[in-house]
């Protein structure tokens, strides 16, 4: 478990950088350069997440077990991911989802945590899961906060919305038709 923590606590907290210093960025690439803070950023967030898949690998393996979700949830988690995966890709297409909604990742990433402590029960589950979760509401509530950047020139387009909810219920089909199963080891169905 504490493989699990160390991951969640270097991939999550070099992306809370933002929250507790939101001029260090911009300060450490104006004194340094990009590549002085993408490199170590980059760096840091890998290892975070090797850590994460590792540490939870590891936890699987001799799970401490909080509660046995009834099979109702298992389908509600699977409703719940519905809209995550063109969530995901309209955070990166500027149309009126993304406009609409503001931070369709950050949405996608809440649903994604509480869909999955639905159909889970372990404590490895509860770290794992409610940590990303609860980061993702304490992110959107700082970025709410945060003054904007400069609005993208790109306007909003039906297209990238319609690529956005094709393209991402297409995924969530792979994902639920065998991909979940291959990747981690777990069938959704």
């Not at 649903?111 to 159909?119: E, I, N, P």
């Not at 945060?146 to 995924?171: C, T, Y």
Request: charged letters at 10%; glycine letters at 10%.
């Amino acid at each position: 478990m504490l493989v699990l923590i160390l991951g969640l606590l270097l991939f999550l907290g070099t992306h809370s950088l933002i929250m507790v210093a939101p001029h260090l960025r911009e300060n450490v690439v104006a004194a340094s350069g990009k590549g002085a803070w993408m490199l170590p950023y980059a760096i840091a967030s890998i290892i975070g997440l090797v850590l994460i898949v590792w540490g939870y690998g590891l936890a699987r393996q001799d799970p401490t077990v909080l509660y046995a979700p009834p099979l109702a949830l298992r389908h509600a988690t699977l409703l719940l991911m519905l809209p995550v995966f063109p969530l995901l890709i309209a955070a990166y297409a500027p149309g009126h989802i993304k406009a609409a909604i503001g931070h369709p990742m950050l949405i996608a990433t809440i649903l994604w945590g509480a869909a999955h402590l639905l159909a889970n029960g372990t404590l490895a589950d509860l770290f794992l899961f409610g940590g990303v979760a609860l980061w993702a509401v304490a992110d959107w509530a700082s970025v709410t906060r945060r003054p904007q950047g400069a609005a993208s020139s790109k306007a909003a387009s039906l297209r990238n919305d319609v690529i956005a909810v094709v393209g991402g219920l297409l995924v969530y089909v792979v994902f639920v038709g065998g991909l979940h199963r291959v990747l981690f080891g777990v069938s959704p169905l």
